[in-house]
């Protein structure tokens, strides 16, 4: 008979680097691990939209932040 605490589990493939540098090692990596996602550069698109050239602040220095806009109804005083 089997030993009951040796369960069947999931374990993370093995990884590269440590500490904030950890990541998946891209080589171990398959489709059992669940790594393909076809909709990917799409999503990636759709969450990220390109900049417009009318967006304020693409022309704004590096070293000057923007004020933000004031609450609707609010005064200065």
């Known amino acids: 008979m089997a ?3 040796d369960k069947a ?3 993370a493939p093995p990884t590269l680097g440590e500490g904030c540098l950890a990541r998946f ?3 171990a ?3 059992d691990d669940g790594t393909e996602f076809a909709g990917a550069a799409e999503l990636w ?3 990220n939209p390109p900049v417009g050239a009318d967006d ?3 022309d704004a220095p590096a070293d000057k932040g923007i004020p933000a ?3 609707a ?3 200065s005083r």
């Open 56 to 58: 304020p602040a693409v």
């Open 73 to 75: 109804g609010k005064s």
């Open 69 to 71: 806009p004031r609450p």
């Open 3 to 5: 030993d009951p605490r």
């Open 25 to 27: 090692d891209p080589e």
């Open 29 to 31: 990596l398959s489709d």
């Open 9 to 11: 589990g999931a374990s």
């Open 45 to 47: 698109r759709r969450l």
